[in-house]
């Protein structure tokens, strides 16, 4: 299926976001942009390094700009261009924002290719917790349940 000069150009900004990112030494070669109505919403770009934050990958810094301008923690109505196949971590953030539909240029491949191998994390998850290379245990579980007992049973919530 052939690309509209509209979606070509929501990516072009995408990959340039990128671009600008990593000439400036903030992060990776990684640019985002988040589109509702032909108008961008929000912009991203990997931030990770200027930030001392590993989260702060193109497609969630470009969500949080988008939900901070719309006023709104879900991405209804919207689209994601993202200049590369988003990581396990962007694909989650992605699902709970909820938007319409996501288009990527490079490939996770693309990105293994040069230094941004995310196998690891596909593979650890699909392991059972005490065979991953970080130590993952469930403790104070009877705690942590009454919190959500109090969740269930609150009238006065915000479902998302």
């Not at 979606?7 to 985002?32: D, H, S, V, W, Y």
Request: a negative charge; one cysteine or more.
């Amino acid at each position: 299926m052939e690309n509209s000069s509209r979606e070509t150009k929501f990516m072009q900004l995408a990959i340039e976001l990128g671009r600008n990112g990593m000439l400036q030494n903030e992060g990776g070669p990684f640019g985002c942009v988040i589109v509702k109505e032909d108008v961008i919403v929000g912009r991203g770009w990997n931030k990770v390094i200027v930030h001392n934050d590993p989260t702060a990958h193109a497609e969630v810094t470009a969500i949080r700009d988008a939900c901070n301008n719309l006023g709104s923690f879900q991405l209804e109505g919207c689209e994601i261009y993202t200049s590369c196949e988003p990581c396990p971590m962007c694909m989650g953030a992605i699902y709970w924002a909820r938007p319409l539909k996501v288009y990527f240029a490079n490939t996770r491949k693309d990105a293994a290719n040069i230094g941004f191998d995310d196998s690891l994390i596909y593979d650890e998850l699909n392991l059972p917790l005490d065979k991953r290379k970080i130590p993952t245990q469930c403790i104070g579980r009877e705690e942590a349940i009454a919190l959500f007992t109090e969740w269930a049973n609150k009238e006065n919530k915000n479902l998302y």
